[in-house]
């Protein structure tokens, strides 16, 4: 079993930034694939930035050149930084991840980001 924890979203005003932290626990040695989702209201979830096992990233195009996915697979850790953050990027981000190759995805619970005009 593999719990995912996210943590360090919040309310910002416009052109601000966020990091947002997902930390995950169990038995695990590292990311094997993960990505950053978020949902706002009324819409349906979507993707915001993945990477790979060797480290391949890929981003939606309104978050390309203002978001950073990243990792550190002795803490566990994966992180979303969030740069020159706009009123739209107000959404539920969610991390997702899977800790062996062909395994399970597991989510998390959801951390709220609010971007003021």
């Known amino acids: 079993q593999v719990q995912l924890v996210e943590s360090g979203g919040g309310l910002v005003q416009a052109g601000g930034s966020l990091r947002l932290s997902c930390a995950a626990s169990?038995?695990?040695?590292?990311?094997?694939?993960m990505g950053w989702y978020r949902q706002a209201p009324g819409k349906q979830r979507e993707l915001v930035a993945t990477?790979?096992?060797?480290?391949?990233?890929n981003y939606a195009d309104s978050v390309k050149g203002r978001f950073t996915i990243s990792r550190d697979n002795v803490k566990n850790t994966m992180y979303l930084q969030m740069n020159s953050l706009e009123p739209k990027d107000t959404a539920v981000y969610y991390c997702?991840?899977?800790?062996?190759?062909?395994?399970?995805?597991?989510w998390g619970q959801g951390t709220q980001v609010t971007v003021s005009s």
């Open positions: 997702n991840a899977r800790v062996v190759l062909g395994g399970p995805w597991w």
């Open positions: 169990g038995r695990i040695l590292g990311f094997n694939a």
């Open positions: 990477m790979t096992d060797v480290g391949s990233t």
